[in-house]
């Protein structure tokens, strides 16, 4: 769960806010709307207000209606030594990681007869309790394949704990950035189905849920893998409720992860859904070339991704040299084209230039859905240009758009740009007949 912070390492906040938020000195603005009446389980029919009750009202969260916020999904409450057992009393074998939130372990819960990933709050850390709150309240509305379950929490005196589905294959960054010896790098099919997968439960958090919510969290720690590489997204603590009616933005703090956050949120504090669209260029950016989001071992060019991506994106010939390496050449160009040029268009400085997620979703389950096959496909080589026989050269075009600030390159198929799928007015974002986003950006 995040907040202001250099990227990977949560502890490190670096913003003065946090600590107004620790002593619950919320600004009017920045209320997330919570259903008081979320839908968790009571184990008993105690007529006191639960600790988590106690905690929406100190934390001066605003109440709303009932009325169509609650989806099927429940937690249920469990008591600390329940979550103790489970864990062996948080035994250093059951230890899976840390973050800003606190202490993460693997348990095993007999009484539901499930093995769980208890997050533990850390009562000295950075994050608190306004986090855990907006976490389960969040959680508990949301029902979706790709948003990580939570399965309850705890809330018993200061004690504040989460427990969530256990996923196997952990966190995404654990598979792209400073891989342990011995294991392998994800392919390029996994790494399609990982984002395309993410892409789903984002959209989800902005056009499915009601009221919609912006994520605000986005990044390759917060993407935890299943079986078989099933993505879902992870830690809900600093969602907003997005804005309503008419209304374009959120006024918030500004928080986040250092070069995840959207520039334009950054220095107005104006969060809104193409905040996430950002965040989400930033983890296809990382997927991608298999770099962090920053990374201060690296050249002062290079320390941030999305600067060091940008001249980039205008040459089509340096396009191969911005892939992981440790893909080896074994990713289809065409495939590598189509997900820079939705990357680019994702992390554009004006925000109403990036695309919805609901046409970033249809681009990617498109390329998720193109099979990368290493024996019938020619392994990609930078020195023999940027275009394989097979892939054939007269299929693609790509084209810079000239006089468009973010000096954006786009692709376009050969099919054309057609399309009769745009989403709105204000989105210029088309989709054509395979399926792949374009754009018609300088028109
Ligand atoms: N449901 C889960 N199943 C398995 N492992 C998990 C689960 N949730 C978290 N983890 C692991 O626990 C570790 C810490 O996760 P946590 O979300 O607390 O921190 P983070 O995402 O690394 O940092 P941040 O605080 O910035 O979100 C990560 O390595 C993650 O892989
Ligand atoms: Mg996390």
Redesign the pocket.
């Known amino acids: ?2 907040c202001f912070r250099c990227a990977g390492k ?1 502890r490190k906040k670096l913003n003065n806010v946090n600590k107004k938020d620790k002593q619950n000195n919320h600004s009017t603005t920045d209320k997330v709307e919570v259903d008081l009446n979320v839908n968790c389980k009571r184990e008993d029919n105690n007529p006191k207000p639960d600790q988590l009750s106690l905690d929406v009202k100190s934390l001066n969260l605003k109440e709303v209606s009932n009325e169509g916020k609650v989806n099927g999904y429940q937690a249920r409450t469990f008591s600390f030594d329940e979550l103790a057992t489970a864990t062996r009393n948080f035994r250093l074998d059951c230890f ?6 606190g202490k ?1 372990y693997k348990g095993q819960i007999e009484k539901i007869n499930q093995v769980v ?1 208890i ?1 533990r709050l850390d009562p000295h850390g950075l994050q608190g309790i306004r986090e855990f709150v907006v976490e389960v309240l969040t959680l508990s509305l949301a029902d979706h394949p790709n948003l ?1 379950k939570l399965i309850g929490f705890c809330a018993e005196r200061e004690q504040r704990l989460l427990v ?4 196997p294959l ?2 995404l960054e ?1 598979h792209l950035h400073d891989l342990r010896r011995g294991k392998k790098p994800l392919d390029w099919n996994t790494r399609m189905k990982i984002v395309a997968g993410a892409a789903r439960g984002l959209e989800y958090l902005h056009d499915k849920m009601k009221p919609p919510v912006i994520y605000r969290d986005l990044k390759c ?2 993407i ?1 893998l299943g079986e078989g590489y099933n993505p879902k997204l ?2 809900f603590g600093l969602a907003k409720v997005g804005p309503i009616g008419d209304k374009t933005h959120v006024s918030t703090r500004v928080m986040g ?1 250092y070069g995840y956050c959207a520039p334009d949120y950054a220095m107005t504090g104006q969060l809104t859904f193409r905040s996430d669209i950002y965040s989400f260029g930033v983890v296809l950016l990382e997927i991608i070339t298999g770099r962090k989001a920053i990374d201060n071992t690296k050249s002062s060019k290079e320390q941030n991704l999305v600067a060091w991506a940008r001249p980039l994106f205008r040459d089509r010939k340096r396009f191969c040299k911005m892939v992981d390496p440790l893909l080896e050449g074994q990713y289809p160009i065409r495939g590598l084209y189509q997900a820079l040029a939705i990357a680019a268009m994702c992390v554009q400085e004006q925000p109403n230039m990036r695309p919805v997620i609901a046409d970033v979703v249809t681009a990617l389950n498109y390329l998720a859905s193109q099979k990368y096959d290493p024996q019938i496909h020619l392994k990609q080589s930078c020195t023999k240009g940027s275009t394989s026989p097979q892939e054939g050269r007269k299929s693609h075009r790509t084209t810079i758009s000239n006089g468009h600030s973010s000096g954006l390159e786009t692709y376009s198929s050969r099919k054309g740009l057609s399309s009769p799928r745009v989403r709105s007015n204000d989105h210029r974002h088309f989709v054509n007949d395979d399926g792949f986003e374009t754009d018609n950006y300088g028109d």
Do not use: P, R
């Open positions: 769960m995040g949560s899976l990681g840390e973050g800003g939130f993460v990933a997050k990580v969530y589905e256990y996923m952990g966190s654990e720690s917060n935890l992870s830690d992860t």
